[in-house]
């Protein structure tokens, strides 16, 4: 019987030595938690591969889309599974040719995982060959550049044919990288810093500064569409929500205009840094890009980064505006971004930030306000939404201890 599965291939899994079965393990429980809509029947491993397998084989395609997402996916085959029997494999290798799309070329590549199949490889492609330039008579072989390859795996009891492929999103399993505390806007950057970090495997926990209670709580949603919008690889279980906008008044008061971003900044970067302990994470993501606005000079950041101690990672300081928007709209998140929101950022925002700000300017500044109990105060009032989204997410114990004291005001914040 032919039966449609998708095979999985990672890349860099493979190279990981002693870590391989954890990478492994982690890649099977991810997929698991993000195929769980589709009719699932199996995930095994077979021969360096990953095999799922369906208890429907109609959504064969959106399974392989849904697989390519999920960071550890360097490629998935839409495959036929059917019998070590030749009229089997070869209707599956004319089938999988009718569905790979425009091509003129082809070559059949087989491979013998199971050694004691009586056909060798050479004698495989041969016959699977002549069967498909029968099908395809107007079609070429062509063994040296071929536009589509038709790969016929022959392990033990089963073959595995396939000649379409989705190129997956690469990267490592979520939960193979420890957390990171991830700033996120509603802007452009930050959500691709936030799916940058976490195809790298780490479990990201963002962390949004809203401008409530002096701004709508517009951005808190369109935040929250963002984190559903990469739900699908499975690198979110939890966000924390600070509403900013009274403290900012207040600091807005005490310190010199151009200096006001720099301390908001300085802020939102201390209490991030207190959530990375609570929630044991060991870095901060920003979304920042060299010298894209005032607060991102060499300057800038340095008056920033001297009141953390935790690492701060910057994945697209390098990047252009353009590649970052290429890679928002590959990830889904640049239509929610590009709605526009106020937040923190647009709150009580100076005529003329500082650009090149002075150290000794700075450490003035920031004794000009109580921000110890500012940071305090913040932590008090956190608010948090849990999204399922990751399977490998703890939460943190003292944070339970910490809302049970609260009560229900958080709790009625908490999705499902
Ligand atoms: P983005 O598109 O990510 O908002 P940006 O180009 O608008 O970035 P800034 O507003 O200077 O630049 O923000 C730089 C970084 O600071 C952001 O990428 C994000 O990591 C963090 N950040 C900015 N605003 C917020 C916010 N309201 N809540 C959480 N983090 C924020
Ligand atoms: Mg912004």
Redesign the pocket.
Known sequence: MISRVCLVHYHEIGLKGKNRSRFENQLVVNLRHALNTFPIADIARISGHLLISLTDDSCVHQLAHAVSLVPGVARVSIAFRTAQREEEFCSAAVQALAEAGEFVSFKVHAHRAATNYHLHTLELNRLVGSVLCEAYPTKKVDVHNPDITVYVNVVQGDVFVYAASLIGVGGLPVGTAGKVVS???S????PV?TWMVGRRGANVIP???SGRPMTADT?EYLCQDIVEKLRGAGIIGRMYVVAFGEVQREISLAVPQGLRIIMYRRM?FKIAERIARIEGAQALV???SLG??A??TLENIAAVNEVVEIPIFRPLIGTDKQEIIQRAQQIGTFEISSQTAP???TLFMPRRPETRARLAEVHTAWEQFDHEGFIDKLLDEIEYIDFGGCPSYRPPKSMRTYHAILGSAQSSFVKE
């Open positions: 700033l996120l806007s802007g452009i950057d930050s810093a962390i949004h500064f951005s939102m920003t979304g920042e894209q606005v607060s991102q937040d923190c950022c």
